[in-house]
Nanobody, 130 residues
Framework: QVQLVESGGGLVQPGGSLRLSCTAS????????VGWFRQAPGKEREGVSY???????????AYADFVKGRFTISRDNAKNTVYLQMNGLKPEDTAVYYC????????????????????WGQGTQVTVSS
């Protein structure tokens, strides 16, 4: 059983940056593929970015089209943490951001659909507004 805790959300002006963290406890995080999802009021949860499980620095990553070139996902297995660096934030990025994890072993490409994940954090609010 793995527990996930997100942090790093907040209020930022358009064009600003935030770095979200997803820290895991209860299991070696390098064996888990991780996805970041977000949900705005009145909208369905949508995938933002994904990173494979990996024991080294060669984890594969993927991004939704609407964040490509602005967001970067990475992982630090020594800290049991996955990060989402968000640059060039727009008002439409306002949402609660969730990280999710699924066990995959030494190398497993992260799935893109929420139902494919077994573990979820509580979410962190990101608000982009002037």
């Amino acid at each position: 059983q793995v527990q996930l805790v997100e942090s790093g959300g907040g209020l930022v002006q358009p064009g600003g940056s935030l770095r979200l963290s997803c820290t895991a406890s209860g299991a070696p995080f390098n064996y888990y593929a991780v996805g970041w999802f977000r949900q705005a009021p009145g909208k369905e949860r949508e995938g933002v970015s994904y990173i494979s499980s990996s024991e080294s620095s060669d984890a594969s990553t993927a991004y939704a089209d609407f964040v490509k070139g602005r967001f970067t996902i990475s992982r630090d297995n020594a800290k049991n943490t996955v990060y989402l660096q968000m640059n060039g934030l727009k008002p439409e990025d306002t949402a609660v951001y969730y990280c999710a994890a699924v066990y995959g072993g030494t190398y497993y490409n992260a799935p893109h659909r929420p139902y494919e994940y077994d573990y979820w954090g509580q979410g962190t609010q990101v608000t982009v507004s002037s």
